[in-house]
T-cell receptor, first 113, second 112 residues
């Protein structure tokens, strides 16, 4: 069966520090991978999606970047965090060629102080 | 993607059916209706989806009106663990490039 792992679960980082959140998927090949952010009391906002290794599409301009170094690995990064980067970050995957999202990670709650 | 409208919050007694409405009057012919829920501080959980016909699975039933402009998610016997925010989304299924956009959803509170 397919599983998705996302870590860490919680993170407190100072302003200006770097960020690296990792997401890996098991049990499937060539998945579409996604990073979402949810601000407090708000809906989910799509940040990045990837349909293959090295292929990254960004939905909104921001202080963040994403990379997909391996087929089932998706990384969210920042060189210098801002206070506004605080939020709940979710990784998700779907079967290649579809947007039918069956699986989300458990999320990372990032607090920038 | 078509916009959806859901009530902000609803209450339901434990053991009773929870009926969560969703309006999607601008839905296109190739857009599916998806329902997800999000329990506090967890990732969204897929519940069910449909195109035209009513659907049922182990979690819920989805009733879509004939004109497809609205739908209702039914949890037949709500439990306290069903307390969550429920999101109704409409979108094309085979398009990875324009992803699911979650609106505010309906906050369902199941009470004993």
């Amino acid at each position: 069966s397919q599983t998705i792992h996302q870590w860490p679960a919680t993170l407190v980082q100072p302003v200006g520090s770097p960020l690296s959140l990792e997401c890996t998927v098991e049990g499937t090949s060539n998945p579409n991978l996604y990073w979402y952010r949810q601000a407090a009391g708000r809906g989910l906002q799509l940040l990045f999606y990837s349909v293959g290794i090295g292929q990254i599409s960004s939905e909104v301009p921001q202080n963040l970047s994403a990379s997909r170094p391996q087929d089932r690995q998706f990384i969210l990064s920042s060189k210098k965090l801002l206070l506004s980067d605080s939020g709940f970050y979710l990784c998700a995957w779907s079967v290649a060629g579809t947007a039918h999202l069956d699986f989300f990670g458990q999320g990372t709650r990032l607090t920038v102080v | 993607d078509a916009k959806t409208t859901q009530p902000t919050s609803m209450d339901c007694a434990e053991g009773r059916a929870a009926n969560l409405p969703c309006n999607h009057s601008t839905i296109s012919g190739n857009e599916y209706v998806y329902w997800y829920r999000q329990i506090h501080s967890q990732g969204p959980q897929y519940i069910i989806h449909g195109l035209k016909n009513n659907e049922t699975n182990e979690m819920a039933s989805l009733i879509i009106t004939e004109d497809r402009k609205s739908s209702t998610l039914i949890l037949p016997h709500a439990t306290l663990r069903d307390t969550a925010v429920y999101y109704c989304i409409v979108r094309v299924r085979n398009n990875a490039g324009n992803m699911l956009t979650f609106g505010g959803g309906t906050r369902l509170m199941v009470k004993p």
